[in-house]
C-alpha cells in the first residue's frame, strides 16, 4: 500500500463558510483536550462553498494556520478539500491535506464488463463464506452477486483511483489524506458490498484512511437523526466489523476509519456511535458542516441591535426564495412549509425569539426545525451582504465565538466522546438555570 499522511484516532470536520470561526472551533478541542479526548480538527470547504462565499482554497488553509498559531495547538490539523472531483481538485492541490473524493456521479453506472470480469476473477477469496468477527453470522457471497456489486460500485472505484493518483503526481503520496465518499447512493451498502468495495479500493492502491458509506435513515442538514436508530447501531457496528477485517486482509492502512457526512446535530446516534467505537476501539471522523454558520446567525440575533436585524433580513430573503434555496439540498433537508413563520412575524421577533427557534435545544418549545433547516441552506443571501455580514462577525465575535465553541463542545463533542461529564453537564444544567433565574 502507498505511503500515505497519518490522520488521528477521532477527527472533526469543521465548516466555516465565511472563514471567521477559526479559533472558535479549534477552542472546542483544546476544551476536549483537557478533559482528555483527543481531537484532530480538520477544516473542510467545498468547490461549491468557495463558489459561493467568493473565497479562494488558500483561505481556509491561512485560517486553520491562523487559529493553530493563535491558541499554541500542538497537535496534528488539517484541510480538506471536501466532495473534490477531478474537474475541481486543482485549485485545493497546493492548500489541502486532506482530500474528500466524491465519486456519486459514478455509484451505480455500470463498469466495462471486462473489468468487472478482471476484479472477480482476482478476487477468489469473497466467493463463498466468510466468517468476520463481531458479524452474527459469516457473510455468503456468489460469484454472481460479486459481479452485480462490482457493476454497481467499481467505476466509482477506479474514479477515486485517478482522482487519488493526479493528486499524489502533484502533491506526493505521503502529504495528504485520502477519503472517498460512497454516502450517495439509494440504500445503504450491506457488509459485503462494502467489503467488495473495500478491496476494489485496496485494488486502486488508495491509502484510505476514511470511507463515508451510506447508512440506514435521514441525515438532514442541521437537524437530529430521522430514522431507526437501532438499524443504524446495527449497521454502524458491521460497518466497524468489516473494515478491520478488511485491513488485515487488504493491507489497507491501520488508521481506517468510518466518516460521518453531515453528523452535526445527531444527537440521537452519539452514544451508539461511542459505543461501537470502545467494542472496537475504532476511530471516527464526524462532518459538522454548516453547524458554525448557524451558530454566526444565533450569535448575531442574540446580540441585537444591527445583528438581530441582519439575521431577520436573511430569513426574509430566505423565505422568499424558498424553493430555490431548497431544491439543491432536496435530498438532505424536510422541511414543513407549515412550519416556516413568516418574515412579518419574524420581523417582530425580538432575541430570544428568534435564538430559541434557530438554536438546536429539543428541550425548547420554541425550537423549530424547519425554520433552522432553511437557514441552514440559506448562507448565500449572507454571502451576498458582503462586507455588512463579514463586519457584524467581527463586532459580535465574542459572543459568536462563545456560541460556536459552546455548540461544538457541548452538543457534539461531549456527548460523543465524553459520557460521563455529558451525564453530569444534563444533571447540573437545570440546577445552574435556576441559580442565574
Known amino acids: 500500500m502507498n505511503s500515505y499522511l497519518p490522520l488521528g484516532k477521532i477527527s472533526f470536520g469543521m465548516g466555516d463558510r465565511f472563514g471567521h470561526q477559526g479559533k472558535a472551533q479549534l477552542r472546542a478541542c483544546v476544551q476536549a483536550m483537557e478533559l482528555g479526548a483527543e481531537v484532530i480538527p480538520v477544516w473542510n470547504k467545498s468547490n461549491r462553498e468557495h463558489g459561493f462565499i467568493g473565497t479562494e482554497p488558500a483561505s481556509l488553509r491561512a485560517e486553520a494556520d491562523a487559529a493553530v498559531k493563535a491558541l499554541g495547538w500542538k497537535k496534528s490539523y488539517h484541510v480538506d478539500a471536501d466532495h473534490i472531483r477531478l474537474e475541481t481538485v486543482d485549485r485545493f492541490i497546493a492548500p489541502s491535506d486532506f482530500f474528500t473524493i466524491d ?9 466495462d464488463a471486462a473489468r468487472v470480469k478482471a476484479f472477480v476473477d482476482r478476487h477468489p477469496e469473497l466467493t463463498g463464506k466468510i466468517a468476520i468477527p463481531h458479524l452474527d453470522q459469516p457473510i455468503d457471497i456468489s460469484r454472481a452477486e460479486i459481479g452485480r456489486v462490482a457493476g454497481k460500485f467499481l467505476l466509482a472505484v477506479q474514479d477515486a483511483g485517478r482522482i487519488y493518483r493526479h493528486i499524489a503526481q502533484a502533491k506526493g503520496e505521503a502529504n495528504f489524506i485520502t477519503e472517498v465518499s460512497m454516502d450517495e447512493t439509494d440504500s445503504p451498502q450491506t457488509p459485503h458490498e462494502l467489503l467488495i468495495i473495500l478491496a476494489a479500493l485496496a485494488d486502486e492502491q488508495i491509502p484510505l484512511q476514511t470511507i463515508a458509506p451510506k447508512f440506514t435513515g435521514r441525515f438532514n442538514k442541521g437537524v437530529d437523526y430521522a430514522g431507526d436508530v437501532q438499524q443504524f447501531e446495527k449497521e454502524f457496528n458491521e460497518d466497524l466489523a468489516v473494515i478491520a477485517f478488511a485491513i488485515r486482509k487488504y493491507g489497507l492502512p491501520p488508521s481506517l476509519k468510518l466518516s460521518v457526512h453531515s453528523g452535526s446535530d445527531k444527537f440521537s446516534i452519539y452514544e451508539p456511535i461511542r459505543r461501537a467505537l470502545k467494542k472496537f476501539n475504532a476511530g ?60 412579518l412575524t419574524v420581523n417582530h421577533w425580538n432575541s430570544r425569539q428568534f435564538v430559541s427557534a434557530l438554536r438546536h435545544d429539543q428541550e425548547n418549545p420554541l425550537f423549530n426545525p424547519s425554520f433552522r433547516q432553511l437557514l441552514h441552506v440559506s448562507f448565500k443571501v449572507a454571502a451576498k451582504k458582503g462586507d455588512r455580514y463579514l463586519n457584524a462577525l467581527k463586532k459580535h465575535e465574542t459572543i459568536i465565538a462563545r ?10 463533542i461531549r456527548p460523543l466522546l465524553l459520557a460521563e461529564t455529558a451525564k453530569i453537564a444534563r444533571q447540573e444544567k437545570p440546577r445552574l438555570e435556576a441559580v442565574t433565574a
Open 403 to 412: 456560541n460556536v465553541t459552546e455548540n461544538l463542545f457541548e452538543r457534539h
Open 284 to 343: 471516527v471522523h464526524l462532518k459538522t458542516a454548516g453547524t458554525t454558520w448557524l451558530e454566526e446567525l444565533i450569535g448575531l440575533a442574540e446580540a441585537g441591535g444591527d445583528g438581530l436585524e441582519i439575521a431577520r433580513e436573511i430569513y426574509a430573503f430566505a423565505i422568499e426564495h424558498v424553493d430555490e434555496f431548497c431544491a439543491p439540498y432536496a435530498a438532505v433537508i424536510d422541511i414543513d412549509k407549515s412550519k416556516l413563520p413568516t418574515a
Open 103 to 111: 465519486v456519486a456521479d459514478t455509484i451505480g453506472k455500470p463498469a
